[in-house]
């Protein structure tokens, strides 16, 4: 049985339907991407498999347990974490606490979360800015800390929304390296993004968004060639690679 | 920095770095110079008038350290924070003159029936998603709610109050001639919430609280059970509130609805303090209350002869003059000198915490 | 309950309900426009009541004559804070926004009660105590004024927003600060303006209320809290919400009364407050703004 299962997942607001009859499976290990337009409901997604949204119809299993309507820190607590598109970070407290925050998440033990804490920078090569306030990161910096926390939590998988949107090329590239180490440890990988040179790199499958509903699953490289994926995409500037 | 081959240097050097190499380390070393200043006060002053002037800012410290712990931490707009003190207060003179109950246990019980009123009201506030603006106002419709309640129940004095039961002087009832053991007891209240608030601080769910106050949603996804966390906040903090009001009616011999349960008294004793000082930080809270009560007392005695609204005028000015010049508070500025006095000291520190 | 009772209640209600419409009216207005609660808004009222004592006794006049006085101390006073300090908090956190205006209700509070002192005052004219009597029910003269005025002024200030161009200009704003700019509105103007007509109206309520009515400094406090209650119900920000809403806390109050007892009967006020927080913070007319 996959380690996440998604199955069927109906969700609107309002009149407007965000995600019809959406499903995927991510099996441990993996790491698997999905795409798609502006507004094709891979945020929202995101947010159902998450714990923010509730599905309409539907069922989110994780590692044999239904979270369809359990809390986002519920969810957490079961091993799996999400960065979120735009970063989040605890402004008024050091790149070290707010790592701690999420290393607080299977534990009571100070010490056990600072060694967790202390151990996740050095994973993503933080050390140096680990006393900087959060507020005066840059992007990078900022997204990496995103994924930091995430990681802290101890998931067996994570979901990275959008996480090399903004950055430069460099930048980029040691994402996806982190995205790679991430995954060589076990954890399965399901991201979000419009940069297709990332999704070439690192995905093992690609599934495509578009108006809620699934068009096209497959490897990257025959994505990339489906006459309807590129359809959706025309008139997207967002395609970069 | 020159030549350190001397041994006096060196320790100098290791004081100062104990003392002041983090700004953590260094706010609780101005909290315990602030609080040592308090309690050997009688040392230099002599009028029983300043001596209850200081016992008083001890009080409003610690009043301030629970208000801070919920709305400085965890960031929850629980405005009327004064409910608590109130409650605290009328639970331990009840406890007192009609139960004859020493308020040396009086006082705890309205810390936890405090604490329990804060659970209550936290857990319908989650539960109905009142945020911000709405939850200050809803912990606004309490007050008044339960000031009209208070002026009704008989059994609280109605609107006439409650008078602490004139008793002789004894231990055990925590009344004395003298005004030194009220200073000393304020002055233990205020080391115990400093502890209380430190260790808080550094604990899982002071982080928690931290995380709540910066990004509910971030923290969700984290862990973080908010819930739960808010519903602690808010009850460590108007736990302490009951004992500071139980403390508070001891030592003014006095409660009443009106007068306790009113947000004039609210914004003097309960905001003004952690505002000025800093809300949010360490030492805030203690360095507001030494700051504005003092400043007001004087100001009120001296100037025009103690006339009518002078302190509101002051306390008023106060607050407006911290949001808009201060905004971290007089933490914050000694903050922002410290990165820059300290900086060679603090070497394993760029910026930040 | 007789009928004759319960008429009678209903016009002590509706009476007491117009002021409170007045009040809220202006609370609404700010908030409508600022999306800022203005927890100094009753004090605005204090000084409208004061400025009518003052007029009475130093003056000579007639309260209702202070109207203009006290529209123009408040407004002003009100346009003054608004650009002096609230401004500056239009974009904090809502935190820094109660404490500062908390410290306006502090300070204001202190000047009135420095200037004519603490203890109860109150005003008195001639004709307070004279009632005339129409369809069987009394009606205090001072209190039908009051009433009217109320009416008067709501309705007009309904016309001033919808018809008038600075009235489009303040909608205007109230839907979308950058819009408004963009069309050419000067948008700090406007602020001023509205916090300064939301104050003059409170200040108009008390001045309606002053004659033998009870004042000391701190009398505010509580027509804030029905006037954040009032505006609540009625939809944050709607205007027609807050009128209603106040002829119906008006109403609510005036039974609670008959039933509970004079010093009570807030707590019927306060009953309803937490369970629309808790039910339907939006307010009797949806949207939250």
Redesign the interface.
Known sequence: MALLEVNNITKSFGGLCALRDFSIEVEKGEIVALIGPNGAGKTTAFNVISGYYHPDSGKVIFNQKDISNLRPDQICSFGLARTFQIARPFQGISVLDNIMVGAYAHTNNNKVAYENAMGILHFLKMDGIKDQMASRLPIASRKRLEIARALATEPSMILLDEAMAGLRPSETDEAIEIVRKISEKGIAVLLVEHVMKVVMSLAERVLVLHHGELIATGKPEDIVKNPQVIEAYLGESNVTS | MGNMSTHSINNQNKLIQFLFGTWERTQLSISAGLLLLMVFSPLVIKSPYYIGVITLACLYAFIGISWNII?GFC?Q?L?AHIIFIGLGGYTTIVLLNNYGISPWIGIPIGGFVSGIAGVVVAL?TVR?G?K???F???T???L??LR??F??WEFVGGAVGMYLRQETPSLNRMIFISKLPYLYIACSLLLFGIIIQYLTY???FG??F??I???E??????????TKYKTLAVMIGTALAGLGGGFYIIYVTYIDPTGIF???FN?EMV?ASP?IGG??SLVGPILGALVNKPIAEIIRANL?EA??????????????S???FL?RGLAGLIQTLYYRWFHGITS?????? | MTSEIFFQTLINGLFTGGIYALVSIGLTLIYGVMVIVNFAHGEFLTIGIYTAFWSVTLLGIDPYMSIPIAIIIAGILGAVIQRGLVQQVLDSHPLHQIVLLVGVSLLLIGVIQFSFGAEPKAMHVPYETEVIQLFGLRMAIPRLIAFGASLFISIGLFIFLQYTKIGKAIRAVSQSRQAASLMGINVNLIYMLTFGIGAAITAVAGVLLSPNHRMIPTMGEAYSVIAFLVVVLGTMGNFVGAFIGGLIIGLVEAYAGFYLGGDVKIIASMLIFIVILLFKPSGLFGRKR
């Open positions: 709305s960031g707009l405005i319908i109905y009142l911000l603006d709405y200050a106002l809803f606004i419709a309490l008044v709610a009209t309640l002026l009704k550094k604990s899982k982080k928690y931290i995380a106050r910066e990004d949603t971030a923290a969700a996804a984290l862990g973080v059970n908010l009113n947000l004039g914004a905001m505002i809300l949010g025009a006339r009518s609204g002078i302190t509101m005028i002051v306390y008023g000015i106060f607050l407006i911290a949001v808009l905004p394993t520190h760029q910026e930040g915490e």
